[in-house]
């Protein structure tokens, strides 16, 4: 800091009897009694501001007063240095009285800190120490780091003040089908799906997306195709009886009679009868030649009559009524070597063709 060059009481003095015009305006008297003095060494201004400030009242002190024109007296000036010196006075005072201002400045902070109010506080103050404008911005948003001893009360007081309640009204009761039902879950504390959610989930998944539906449509067509291929491995297969089969011995089959024992299984009548005078054996097949239907033997009236149209045949297979134009036709019969008669229905002879009168179509008796 550059220092001031501070006047001493001499050159002030030297200054105003300078400005007084030589000295000869006002008399010396005292003044000039005091000459002496400046040659001795004269403490500074400040230090006899000093040592009068602890004697004077903190107040100013009066400036003499001049009236218009009239020049000042060494006197007068004397007295602006000091009363000019008092103004400046403070600031050492100011300097040498710190420890003070902390001391009041607490219970002026405590009134900033008090609350939102503070602002309000700031305005008259024209100045305001560093530690009241900080405990005015504590107090107003950002806490920051406090003593000890604030810190209670500060943190009771940054605490927000507690918001307003919130009338929420009542939720409407669920109607009695959205209730989800008590299932097998409920004794483990999970909640059961019903059984149509979990039906579309399952479908959901199922169907939900494209690759599953791919991949569901060729399972599917897979499972056709296997069982497919199992019915054309096992295809339907009529149990024909066999065309040849033997029918017993020519005992069994006695003179005159029909035997109607083959009919159901076989087709065919075995008839031991005479046929241009010679007994024989001979099997004939149950087709009535018309259209195919199956004639009936009646005993009572020894013929065949079909229930179709009304044909008639003899005991030997001949036709005399109805619209059969031709006799009954004959399998191919013979004596196997066990000595049973044995009856081959792939071979047929026809009356009117003159094939009865083949050996194979008749055993003798
Ligand atoms: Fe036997 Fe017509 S089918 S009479």
Same mark, same amino acid.
């Given at each position: 800091m550059a220092e001031k060059k501070k006047m001493s009481v001499a050159e002030i003095l030297a200054a105003a009897r300078k400005a007084d $015009? $030589?000295? $000869? $305006? #006002? !008399?010396?008297?005292p003044e000039a009694a005091a000459e002496p003095e400046a040659a001795t060494p004269v403490a500074p201004v400040e230090e006899v501001a000093e040592e009068a400030a602890p004697a004077a009242p903190a107040t100013k002190a009066p400036a003499p007063k001049l009236a218009p024109g009239q020049r000042p007296s060494v006197a007068d000036i004397l007295a602006l240095a000091r009363a000019n010196k008092l103004t400046e006075a403070p600031k050492p005072a100011e300097a040498k009285a710190k420890p003070q201002p902390k001391a009041e400045a607490k219970p002026a902070a405590k009134p900033a800190a008090a609350g939102k109010a503070a602002p309000k506080e700031? !305005?008259? !103050?024209?100045r305001l120490d560093t530690t009241s404008i900080l405990a005015a911005a504590r107090g107003g948003h950002k806490p920051g780091p406090v003593s000890k001893a604030d810190a209670p009360q500060k943190t009771d007081k940054a605490k927000p003040a507690p918001a307003a309640k919130l009338t929420v009204p009542p939720a409407p009761t669920k109607p009695e089908y959205a209730v989800p039902k008590a299932g097998k879950a409920a004794g483990t504390g999970k909640k059961s799906e019903p059984e149509p959610r979990r039906a579309f989930m399952f479908l959901s998944v199922l169907f939900g997306t494209w690759m599953a539906t791919g991949f569901t449509m060729l399972a599917t067509i897979g499972g056709i195709w296997t069982l497919a291929l199992a019915r054309f491995m096992f295809p339907n297969m009529l149990t024909e009886p066999p065309s040849k089969f033997k029918v017993g011995f020519p005992d069994e089959f006695p003179p005159g009679q029909v035997s109607e024992k083959f009919k159901a299984q076989f087709g065919v009548w075995v008839v031991n009868f005479e046929y241009k005078g010679q007994s024989e054996i001979f099997a004939l097949a149950s087709?009535?030649?018309?259209?195919?239907c199956t004639p009936n033997w009646l005993e009572s009236e020894q013929k065949f009559k079909c229930p179709c149209h009304g044909s008639g045949f003899y005991k030997d297979g001949v036709n005399f009524e109805g619209p059969a134009p031709r006799p009954l036709e004959r399998y191919a019969i013979r004596m196997s070597e066990d000595g049973q008669l044995e009856i081959d229905k792939s071979r047929k002879f026809q009356e009117e063709l003159g094939?009865?009168?083949? !050996? #194979?179509s008749f055993v003798n008796t």
């Open positions: $015009g $030589g000295g $000869g $305006g #006002s !008399a010396p008297g700031k !305005a008259p !103050a024209a087709v009535c030649t018309h259209l195919g094939q009865w009168e083949d !050996a #194979s």
